[in-house]
Every structure is written in structure tokens, then in C-alpha cells.
């Protein structure tokens, strides 16, 4: 399926996602750009005198880096354009409140939309051009192929800025057990613009879980985690009293994984490929259910 991409973009995330989905498989299917200043005021009334004159008929709408009250323009744009579908990726807790995406939902009626945060976290939802797009970015896949050392990664899905590529080249030739940590760390490096202030809504910076996708990504080729969260079933309490706090503080559980698994006996369980261990659900147990344990834990595939 050939779909065809109108980019809205402001500022250096979104150039620099721009730079990597028309250089590394999706560049034929941008038939239009359209970049805002970025001294737009963060309260606008009349949103409308923003929508640029000329719009090519499209499927899919991705707008980067746009802040406040800018981001109604796009249900607009998406119904001038013909676009079926809408990507708002996420990498700032400034970038769009929660009421105002409550409003540009409304605003797009039909139009499926999306805000995947960060970027990279980006799945298949079922709508045809959205995957589509993520049949090529969006929450990394690689092929490790190794012995005890890296040998080689084939990227199967990158990121959107690129850090998938990134890391894959700097993992060859580490040892099996250092590449989790090691991908984590080459996020920074790149670096991930993602922004490092604690989400309210996830209780998380949105560049940590940048992090965790590609760790993630990392652990499911190799088969096992270095490290997880790992909950002790007979202190679980989950089957009784319990109001499984850890679900409902789990960063990666509030962006739509699974990383925490309610049981039909009512206990939990933590999947260590994607979990990051960022140890908030071993402070909000109050039973002392979970810990963190640093060992080599296989995946069940």
C-alpha cells in the first residue's frame, strides 16, 4: 500500500525526524511539508488564519513538535486534505496538555488519530495507513545475530529519529550480556531529543521510555533481559486485599504495554522485556511484592 504523508513540523525534532523516515524507506510518500515559526504564541484564538492556502490531498497527516494551542490546525488540515489518518507524537509533557488533545480528538470526528509518546513507541493500532507507516517506524525491532558477542543487527523497524540505527552500529562487537545496558546508554548519546522532565501523566521522563523501547528491542532478539522487575508470588497479595498500585503506576502500563500482567488469580506478573526498571512499582508495593533482580532472566517466547 503506498500512502501519501503531509508533515506539519517546527523546530529540531522535527526536522530531524523528517531527515530519517525520507532517508531510510518512506521519502517517495512525503508529497508535502509545512513548517511553522516557532515564535507562534502558546494561546491562539483564531487557529484558522494558521492553515496554509495551498494542501495536497493526502492519507496521513504527521505533525512534529508543534506547541499548544498551534495543534488545532490539524483536525483542520485534515479535513481539507482528505487524510484519513493523524500521528501527534508526543516527546514533551509541554507539548500538548491533556485537555487540548481532548479537544483536537473531538476536533478530528472520523479521522483516526494518535498520540504516541514518545515517537518510538509507536505500535500497529489496526488502522490500515497508520500501520502502514509503522511497517517502518516506529517502536524499534532488530535482529541481533550473535554468539558472545554481537555480530551483527539488522534493523527490522526504526525508530522515527533514527536511534535504532544508531545504536544497531554501536552494539557490534560488545559482549551479549552488556548490550541492554549498553543500547540504553546510546540513546543519550545520540542524542534522544526527547525531553527529560517528568511526565505527570506517566510519572516518568518521556526520553527514559525512548530508552526502554529500544532495550526492549534488544532483549526480545537476544531472548533474555539482564535485568527486571521481578514480583514474589507468595508476597503478592494481589489475590486479596490488594489495589494493584503497580499496574497503575508502571510508565510503560500508561503508554499502552503490557508490561504488567494482572493474573487470573489476581496476582501480577512483570514482563522483563519491557520492563525498565525504573523501580517505581517496587517503592508503591505496599506488600514489598517486587524487587528489582540483576540477573540474566529468559524471555517466554
Not at 37 to 49: H, Q, R, V
Not at 70 to 97: E, L
Not at 253 to 271: A, S
Request: aromatic share 6%.
Amino acid at each position: 500500500m503506498k500512502i501519501r504523508i503531509f508533515i506539519l513540523s517546527c523546530g529540531e525534532y522535527g526536522s530531524r525526524i523528517i531527515n530519517n523516515i525520507a532517508n531510510k524507506g518512506l521519502g517517495s510518500s512525503i508529497i508535502g511539508l509545512h513548517e511553522f515559526p516557532d515564535d507562534l504564541p502558546e494561546f491562539i484564538d483564531d487557529f484558522e488564519e494558521y492553515i496554509p492556502k495551498e494542501l495536497p490531498e493526502c492519507d496521513l497527516i504527521l505533525s512534529l513538535d508543534l506547541y499548544g494551542d498551534i495543534n488545532m490546525v490539524i483536525p483542520a488540515i485534515a479535513r481539507k486534505t482528505g487524510a484519513k489518518s493523524i500521528i501527534v507524537p508526543i516527546h514533551d509533557p509541554a507539548q500538548i496538555p491533556p485537555g487540548l488533545q481532548r479537544e483536537i480528538e473531538e476536533a478530528a470526528g472520523d479521522v483516526t488519530i494518535v498520540f504516541p509518546k514518545p515517537f518510538c513507541s509507536l505500535k500497529p493500532t489496526g488502522d490500515e495507513v497508520i500501520d502502514e507507516f509503522v511497517k517502518y517506524f516506529g517502536k524499534p525491532e532488530v535482529e541481533i545475530d550473535s554468539d558472545e558477542r554481537i555480530k551483527s543487527v539488522k534493523i527490522l523497524r526504526d525508530a522515527p529519529c533514527g536511534a535504532a540505527g544508531y545504536v544497531a552500529e554501536n552494539l557490534e562487537g560488545l559482549n551479549v550480556e552488556d548490550a541492554e545496558m549498553e543500547a540504553g546508554n546510546k540513546i543519550h548519546n545520540y542524542p534522544c531529543l526527547a525531553s527529560m522532565k517528568t511526565d505527570p501523566m506517566i510519572g516518568d521522563t518521556i526520553l527514559h521510555l525512548a530508552g526502554y523501547k529500544i532495550k526492549e528491542a534488544v532483549k526480545e532478539s537476544l531472548g533474555f533481559a539482564e535485568a527486571s522487575a521481578v514480583v514474589d508470588e507468595e508476597s503478592c497479595m494481589g489475590d486479596t486485599e490488594c489495589d494493584h498500585n503497580c499496574i497503575d503506576v508502571c510508565p510503560n502500563v500508561k503508554i499502552g504495554d503490557d508490561t504488567i500482567i494482572l493474573k487470573d488469580n489476581g496476582k501480577v506478573v512483570i514482563d522483563p522485556a519491557s520492563c525498565g526498571c525504573c523501580e517505581i512499582c517496587v517503592r508503591e508495593c505496599p506488600y514489598g511484592a517486587i524487587e528489582i533482580v540483576d540477573e540474566e532472566i529468559p524471555l517466554n517466547k
